[in-house]
């Protein structure tokens, strides 16, 4: 959440714009029972994101007010808590270009990054011979 909150009556979008608001930035727990990282903002959690579509610019005539958007990594603003008629939205502009795909229907956020962290074991092999106590093959 933003640092501070803005009043508003509504909001509009112009030209081409489209603000968003519901992305996930935290861990989830998939259907299937996996943990899903958050995003650190540098490796974990690197991936697309979906959002719903709450206005569009005039100019604009792909994507409507209440579809969700499918928005590559990173090409969205900074999020802006907005205020209307008591509802506390953080609400984003995302990058017209880098939208993948539309929905009409809210869509189960289930994607995960195959990004390599410093903490992960992919070094190690199983059957390597760096992996054996002798340090070597033997007979």
Request: charged share 25%; glycine share 10%; net charge negative.
């Amino acid at each position: 959440m933003s640092l501070q909150t803005y009043k508003a009556d509504g909001v509009k979008a112009i030209k081409d714009h489209v603000l968003v608001k519901g992305m996930v930035f935290t861990e989830r727990l998939s259907i299937g029972g996996i943990l899903l990282p958050g995003d650190d903002g540098r490796t974990s959690g690197i991936r697309p994101r979906w959002a719903e579509v709450i206005a569009v610019g005039p100019r604009q005539k792909d994507i409507a007010v209440g579809e969700w958007v499918l928005v590559a990594h990173g090409r969205w603003t900074r999020e802006m808590t907005i205020d209307i008629a008591g509802e506390e939205i953080d609400l984003r502009r995302v990058d017209y270009n880098d939208i993948y795909c539309v929905s009409p229907d809210k869509v189960e956020d289930e994607t995960w990054s195959t990004a390599v962290t410093p903490d992960d074991n992919n070094h190690r092999v199983t059957g390597s011979m760096h992996n054996h106590a002798g340090g070597g093959l033997t007979d």
